[in-house]
C-alpha cells in the first residue's frame, strides 16, 4: 500500500553566512510502491550574495533586487526520489537537468515510459536506478517553461536599472507544419515568451525565408500585428503574432521586437549549484535526505539535449566552484548535446531555444570555444576551453560526453574534438570520455520504425543499453577510481571523420543525402555579449563558418567509429543519423529535426538485384535466423566484456533482436 503524507511541512536553515539554499518546502511525500523509496515533491528557497566571487559570474546579478540583508532571493521546484532508509543507498546523488521541465532519466536509464509524477510501480520501468540505490533528484531551473502541470519551474526576479525596466531586442524565429494564423514568440509554441514592451511598435519587424541562410523578405508591418485570436477574430496580446494571410509551413518566420523586464536566467544554473552543493556539504542544517545528508558521498548531473548544452555551459561559466570554493558536481555527463551550449546566463536569454539544421538558427548555441581543453581560433585569436574555468578552480569533474550520429550531422558534434578548422584531432581532457552511440538518432529508437513526417523510415536503434552500461561505469569511476571504458567516437587522423563531400555512403535506392550539415558561425551578439552578456544584435552578424565533420561509414552506409551496438554491428539495414522533411508539411529536402532514417536491407538477392540495392541482403548475410542470433550474442558479449553495456543485458538484446527478425522475415 503507498502511504502519501500530503501535510506541508517547512524546514527552515540555521544560516550561516554564505548559506545559499534557506528554505525547503515539502509539499507532499509519498512511498513508491514495490520499492523501498520515497518521492518527496517540495519547493526550494534560495538566498544569494551577490558580492560573493561565486555568483559574480551571473549575468546582470547587480541589477536583482534584494532583501533587508543584501541578497537576492528566488526559489525552484524541487522533485526527489529517495531510500527510505538512506543508509541503503549507493552514496551517488543522479541529478537530472529537467530538459524543459520534464523527467527523463528513468526512461533513459529503466525503459520507464514518461511521467512528470512518477508515483506507480510501472513508472519505474525496470526499476534500475533504484535498485542500484541512487538517490534521484530534479530541480525547475528555467523560468520560461509551458504552464503545464508536473512542469519543473524556476521562480526567479526580473533585473530592473534604478527601480526602471530593462528594455532590449528580443528574436522569436518559428517554422510550422500546418498553416496558421497565429504563433507564439516563445519557443516552439508553447514556452513563455518575453512580452512585447509596445504592441504598435513600428520599429518591429517580421521576416520570412525560404532557407536557413537564405535571404530574409520583410512582411509589411501593416500586415501583421501582436495579436491572438478570438472567436475569429484578432485582439492585442503581447506574446503572439497574427498574419491574416496565414504563416506557410515550411518557411522560416523571425519577428524582432523590444521587450521589457529580463529574467536573471543565470540564477537557474546557480540554484543547481547550490542543492547539490546543499546536499553533499553540511546542508545548513536542514535535514531532508537523511541525518546531515551523510549518505551522500558524490553527485553526477545528467543533462540530455538542451540540458546537456546546459551542463556544458555551467562548467564554461564556473558554476561548478560553490560559494565556498568546493567542487559541486563529481561527474557530469552531457548527453546529446553536440558541440553546444545555450541561452542560460544572459539577458533576454530564451534557455528553450537550441540550434538546429531547421530549427532555432543563429541562436547563441555553437559558439566558441567547443573542446574541453583551451585552443585558439585564428580567425579572432580568441584561446579558450570549456574547462578553463574549472581548472583554474580546481574543480573539474569527470565527464562523459555520449552523441549520436545526429550530433554529428545536425548538432557540430565533431567540433568537441577537433580544431576549429577541422583538420586534426583535439584529445579529450584527461579526465573526460567521449562516446559516439554509432548509427542513432538524437533520441532512442524504437522497432517497428515509423515515418513521421520524414521521406524515410526513422531510425529504430535503441541506444538505452549503452546509456545503463555507462552510468555503472561513471559511478564506478567516482566511488571506486576504476576506469571507465576507453573513448569511441571518429577521429580525423582514422579517416573516421571526414567533410560531407568524402562520405562514402551506399546508392541506396531512394536516399538521398543531405545536402549540408549543421553550420556552427563566428556570430556576432554585439560588443557587450561575451563581456556583460547583453545582446544587441538580433539577428546576430554572421561571420565565418567553423569546420564541421560527420562519421565515415562501410559500405552498408553504417558508421565505422564509436559504441557500436548489435543493431550495427549485426545489422538488417542501414542506420543514419539524418532525416528529410516531405512535401506534408513543407521544405521538402531540409533536415526533420532530431530524426534518423532506417534502409532495410532486402530479404532476398533477387530482391535486391531487381531494385539495384549494391548492399548485400539478409539472405546473403546470414543466411537464417540463428546465425543473425549468433553474430547479435556475440556483439552484445563483446561490448559487456569491454563495459559499454550491462553483462545482464545481454539476454534482452538477444531477445530484442528476435523480436526484429520475426518482424521483418515472419
Known sequence: MMLTRTAIVVFAAALSAGAAVTRIHVVERADVPGYRYERILAKAHFAIDPKLEANR????????????????????????????????????????????????????????????????????????????????????????????????????????????????????????????????????????????ANLDDASAVLTVRDTPYGPRRTIPRDSWRFARLDNGKPVPDSGRVYLAAGFEPGKIYEVVYTAANPTVTGLGPAGVRDLISFFKYDGNGIILLGEQHRHIK??????????????????????????????????????????????????????????????????????????????????????????????????????????????????????????????????????????????????????PPRRNNAQNLSNPNDYRFAMRGLLAAM?????????????AYPQVSRDALVPLGAVQFPRIPGATLPKTTQQAWRSDFGPEFRTSGVVTKEPPEKGKPFQVLVPQVDRDGNETAGIRLPDIQAPLGTYTGWNLRTAAIGAPGEYLNMQGSFFPFARTKAQRLKTGDPRPSLEERYGSKQTYLEKVSAAARSLA???????EDVPLLEQRAAGQWDRVLP
Open 298 to 447: 558524490r553527485a553526477i548531473g545528467f543533462g540530455t539535449s538542451q540540458s546537456g548544452r546546459f551542463l556544458r555551459t555551467f562548467l564554461y561559466y564556473g558554476f561548478n566552484r560553490d560559494e565556498k570554493g568546493r567542487k559541486v558536481f563529481d561527474g557530469v555527463w552531457s548527453h546529446v548535446a553536440g558541440g553546444g551550449r545555450g541561452s542560460f546566463n544572459h539577458r533576454f536569454a530564451q534557455p528553450s531555444r537550441d540550434g538546429h539544421p531547421f530549427l532555432n538558427i543563429l541562436y547563441p548555441t555553437d559558439i566558441f570555444p567547443f573542446t574541453d581543453t583551451a585552443v585558439t581560433d585564428p580567425e579572432t585569436g580568441m584561446t579558450d576551453g570549456i574547462l578553463a574555468r574549472a581548472e583554474k578552480d580546481n574543480v573539474t569533474p569527470k565527464i562523459f560526453y555520449t552523441n549520436g550520429s545526429y550530433e554529428y550531422w545536425g548538432r557540430a558534434a565533431s567540433l568537441i574534438h577537433t580544431s576549429v578548422d577541422g583538420k586534426q584531432d583535439v584529445p579529450p581532457a584527461p579526465g573526460s570520455r567521449i562516446y559516439l552511440l554509432s548509427g542513432t538518432q538524437h533520441g532512442p529508437g524504437s522497432f
Open 475 to 487: 559511478n564506478a569511476w567516482l566511488k571506486d577510481g576504476k576506469e571507465p571504458p576507453a573513448s
Open 641 to 647: 566484456a569491454a563495459g559499454y553495456i550491462l553483462p
Open 57 to 196: 559570474i551571473i549575468t546582470d546579478i547587480d541589477l536583482a533586487p534584494r532583501n533587508e540583508a543584501g541578497l537576492v532571493e528566488f526559489a525552484a521546484d524541487l522533485y526527489v526520489i529517495k531510500p527510505l532508509n538512506p543508509a541503503d543507498g549507493n552514496g551517488t546523488a543522479l541529478f537530472e537537468v529537467s530538459n524543459r521541465g520534464n523527467k527523463g532519466m528513468l526512461g533513459m536509464f529503466g525503459f520507464a515510459p514518461s511521467s512528470r509524477d512518477p508515483k506507480d510501480q510501472g513508472d519505474f520501468g525496470d526499476g534500475y536506478l533504484l535498485k542500484q540505490g541512487y538517490t534521484l533528484v530534479w530541480l525547475g531551473w528555467q523560468a520560461d517553461v509551458p504552464n503545464d502541470p508536473g512542469i519543473l519551474r524556476l521562480f526567479a526576479p526580473v533585473a530592473e536599472k534604478a527601480g526602471q525596466a530593462i528594455t532590449g531586442p528580443v528574436r522569436s524565429e518559428w517554422i510550422v507544419d500546418a498553416r496558421t494564423n497565429v504563433y507564439s514568440l516563445g519557443d516552439r509554441n508553447t514556452h513563455l515568451p518575453y512580452p512585447v
